[in-house]
């Protein structure tokens, strides 16, 4: 392919401990991303301690290798004073820009440091243009898109983004969309959202159709942690290869191509980063050789490219399904891979020229001058003296003179060149201290001391709407679906929202009270403006958004916006931005504890709690439950994802049909009897908490909160009325608790 008028894509690659930042360097890598010992989302890579970091960065720049550092976990009130000295320590080293999730840390950063690159992390899913003129504007540079998109998504948002747009090219699939599993908190404590993901996508599950809650006792129904069976897997998917389609990716625009990976080992840095790099460089797609030498370093049972095919391709979801080899079946099929120590780096040399001037009674004097720059220094060192016996030569002082290695130059054309007085002895130490000391004034001539420009601390200038305490606040119930309605729930809610199509629906019918919202989509890849149009015109007044691009297209229309619990708000800092950015109400993670309720509230910027519910632990792209047999009984073999929705399944395939979408439900039961119920729309999945936060009984103890949440999931409408009920009288029923 012609590259003259084209730029390559960034190769942006993990480095989860020294040793693959040097691996991912010598591979070619334009650019490396890593982290610290804290704030980062793959706490349990290798990761960086303080020195280590500070290594990383001179190495970096000393090799031209733009740092991305991440900063990409939720953080509390309490904490944040030391995510950002940890910013300040980072940007003073000579990190490129940070790679944030939480916007309070971006906040404080814009704030604090103006000059500071920030890229949104996938972990905020962002998904569209609208979403990109949100961020633009308050301070971002760049935004790291979900692995679920599709090429014709992908070009249609390189072609409207306001930001540099960087994908994921290669590596592991979170079945959930990234930045919305709660799954590891809920069945272990370890959030994913604070970097401690336990992974349970990659466990064993029984998937059957239908919603059971019970939970099962009898070990024989339950699946088999040891099986090897893919049809016990269906939340792991296999892992990403876009190696196929190299000159479409080239050609839409994707400013950064990022390989997943920061828990591998160097030698599958290496090794990965190193296949890319040749396949860009020459702008083509792999060969069946490459792609094989792909899957030995690691794969999940091969690669798959389905969702970024899905626009054009109606079978692009079959075979997704992928498991972790065994240690024997990995040994089986990898190849055979050398512990490497030393990485070679010489291929990233810039060129130089230099002069070595030895002359009689004055110091020996180096030039150098970097050939990309033109920037120069001069060195000098020990006095030449007369030989006794053979004296040194230009051509004699060239060995040495020659030797650069481990330093990011090489001499260009011929050169140094030498300028060496006859009769003259010089000590090859001494020319070698010469040699190093003109380099070394060099590299501190091309990478100064980072002068970062300093602001001031994030202010609040905005006041936190109203908030009241205990069950004085208001409820507010956001129901899953059209057929848990009933004319009397909007008596007993502030507000009820429904999903925003089935609000659209029964808004035709006059069915509908004023205080009923709409609750738009969970995801969209595409254009959102015209369903908030339609809603608008329609009526509503009330509206539950998801993400910085729904809220950007809110703001002008003077429907009441409020923030769902997918946001991830943790602290003050971020609920405050959300505030001034013009949402009316926002609810926070249900990863927030009690305490860190009462914490908000007491730093007067309180917001909403989720105080009943199934809380969705995952939003997932493609169907946990389109691999099972029809609830009418037929086969489904036949049955394939269909395009529309950007080549995602519709409710024909489902099951369903033109009229009547689909809205399958199912339940997965875990290796210890735990069940987690599944209902499926069009294809999107959530996957919900068997038990659900029950608090009606302990409303008291709540600190003052803007309101609170029902979050009804699973449940009939007759189920509501009960739940309703019980709340009223306050009564005491099994479920979890706010801690």
């Not at 030391?82 to 309070?104: H, P, Q, R, Y």
């Not at 540079?141 to 998504?153: K, N």
């Not at 290669?170 to 709660?182: D, K, P, T």
């Amino acid at each position: 392919m012609n590259q003259t008028n084209r730029k390559l894509p960034e190769l942006l690659a993990p480095a989860g401990s020294p040793e693959a930042l040097m691996a991912a360097m010598a591979a070619g890598a334009d650019a490396v991303y890593f982290g610290g010992a804290a704030f980062s989302n793959r706490m349990r890579a290798r990761n960086f301690d303080t020195d280590e970091l500070t290594e990383a960065l001179q190495q970096t720049r000393r090799w031209g290798v733009e740092s991305y550092i991440t900063i990409n976990t939720r953080v509390r009130d309490d904490e944040m004073a030391e995510v950002l000295t940890l910013a300040e320590f980072l940007l003073k080293g000579g990190a490129s820009g940070f790679i944030t999730a939480d916007m309070g840390i971006a906040a404080q950063i814009h704030s604090r440091f103006p000059e500071a690159m920030l890229h949104a992390s996938t972990q905020m899913t962002l998904a569209n243009a609208d979403d990109a003129r949100m961020m633009a504007g308050y301070g971002f540079t760049r935004m790291v898109i979900p692995r679920e998109i599709s090429l014709a998504e992908l070009k249609k948002l390189t072609a409207e983004s306001p930001l540099e747009i960087e994908m994921f090219l290669h590596g592991a699939y979170c079945v959930s969309v990234s930045g919305q599993c709660l799954m590891s908190w809920a069945m272990g404590g370890r959030s994913g959202n604070r970097g401690e993901c336990a992974q349970p996508c990659r466990m064993v599950y029984r998937m059957e159709r239908g919603l059971h809650a019970e939970k099962v006792t009898d070990r024989r129904l339950l699946p088999k942690p040891d099986s090897r069976n893919p049809a016990d897997y269906p939340l792991s998917l296999k892992d990403m290869c876009l190696a196929g389609h190299i000159p479409a990716i080239i050609d839409s625009g994707v400013r950064s191509l990022k390989i997943e990976g920061r828990q591998k080992p160097a030698p599958y840095v290496y090794g990965v980063t190193k296949i890319y790099r040749t396949l860009l460089d020459e702008g083509r797609a792999a060969t069946a050789d490459e792609i094989r030498a792909l899957d030995e370093l690691f794969s999940r049972g091969g690669f798959t490219d389905g969702y970024f095919r899905a626009a054009d391709d109606k079978t692009a979801y079959r075979n997704m399904g992928g498991i972790r080899p065994t240690t024997e079946e990995q040994q089986k099929t990898e190849k055979t891979t050398e512990t490497v120590t030393k990485y070679d780096l010489s291929h990233r040399t810039g060129p130089c020229a230099g002069k070595l001037t030895l002359q009689a009674d004055r110091p020996a004097e180096m030039t150098m001058t970097d050939l990309r720059t033109g920037k120069t220094v001069t060195v000098t060192g020990e006095m030449p003296q007369t030989a006794a016996g053979n004296p040194v030569t230009g051509q004699t002082l060239l060995k040495n003179l020659n030797k650069l290695g481990g330093t990011p130059f090489r001499w260009e054309d011929g050169q140094p060149e030498t300028d060496v007085a006859e009769g003259l002895w010089y000590p090859v130490s001494a020319v070698n201290a010469l040699r190093r000391s003109a380099a070394e004034a060099l590299e501190a001539v091309l990478h100064p001391p980072v002068q970062v420009t300093e602001g001031g601390p994030y202010a609040h200038t905005v006041n936190a709407p109203d908030a009241c305490s205990g069950s004085a606040s208001p409820a507010v119930a956001v129901l899953n679906g059209k057929e848990q309605w009933y004319p009397a729930l909007a008596e007993h809610f502030e507000t009820v929202y429904l999903p925003a199509e089935d609000w659209l629906t029964m808004a035709g019918d006059d069915r509908l009270p004023e205080n009923t919202g709409a609750d738009l989509p969970p995801l969209v890849f595409g254009d959102q403006k015209n369903l908030i149009e339609k809603l608008r015109e329609a009526g509503c007044t009330r509206v539950r958004f998801h993400s910085p691009g729904q809220l950007h297209l809110l703001r002008d229309t003077g429907m009441q916006p409020c923030g769902s619990f997918r946001l991830n708000v943790w602290n003050s800092d971020a609920l405050h931005w959300w505030y001034a950015a013009g949402a009316h109400r926002v609810t926070l993670s249900p990863e927030v504890t009690l305490g860190g309720l009462r914490s908000l509230a007491g730093s007067g910027m309180p917001g909403g709690a989720i105080v009943y519910g199934h809380i969705p632990l995952m939003l997932t792209e493609r169907c946990v439950l389109h691999s099972l047999p029809r609830q009418d009984g037929r086969d489904r073999k036949s049955i394939v994802p269909c395009s529309g929705l950007g080549g995602r399944m519709t409710g024909m395939a489902c099951g369903g049909t033109k009229n009547d979408p689909c809205r399958c439900t199912g339940t997965l039961t875990d290796r210890l009897g735990s069940r987690f119920p599944v209902t499926a729309r069009n294809g999107i999945s959530l996957i919900c908490n068997g038990q659900p936060l029950w608090m009606a009984d302990k409303m008291d103890t709540l600190p003052p909160l803007t309101h609170r949440e029902f979050l009804f999931t699973i449940e009939t409408a007759e189920e509501i009325r009960q739940i309703i009920r019980d709340t009223e009288n306050r009564l005491q029923r099994a479920g979890k608790r706010l801690k």
